[in-house]
Nanobody, 115 residues
Framework: QVQLVESGGGLVQPGGSLRLSCATSRGVFQLATMNWHRQAPGKERELVGSVTRGGTTNFADSVKGRFTISRDNAKNTIYLQMDSLKPEDTAVYYC?????????WGQGTQVTVSS
């Protein structure tokens, strides 16, 4: 069974930073590209960024230059470093992996950017 466990969300002021983590098992971690998505209230879920098995990253235009993704192969964990946060970054953030045409998702972690 594929399990993804996110952590690290919380309340932060505009301009602040947060780091989210997504842990999974080693067998899963090595299989495919891993993704971060987010869903704000009343909006559709959107792709924030991705990291391939080789460490190549891609980001949505809305977060480019502010967010980075890294992977720790020893800990089977990926991280989403979010800097210069804006109120519009407020959302539930999910990590995700696609295996055999099936999407697996974590439970999500809430990020709230507010003064």
């Amino acid at each position: 069974q594929v399990q993804l466990v996110e952590s690290g969300g919380g309340l932060v002021q505009p301009g602040g930073s947060l780091r989210l983590s997504c842990a999974t098992s080693r067998g899963v971690f090595q299989l495919a590209t891993m993704n971060w998505h987010r869903q704000a209230p009343g909006k559709e879920r959107e792709l924030v960024g991705s990291v391939t098995r080789g460490g190549t990253t891609n980001f949505a235009d809305s977060v480019k230059g502010r967010f980075t993704i890294s992977r720790d192969n020893a800990k089977n964990t990926i991280y989403l470093q979010m800097d210069s946060l804006k109120p519009e970054d407020t959302a539930v953030y999910y990590c995700n992996i696609w295996l055999g045409g099936h999407g697996y998702w974590g439970q999500g972690t809430q990020v709230t950017v507010s003064s």
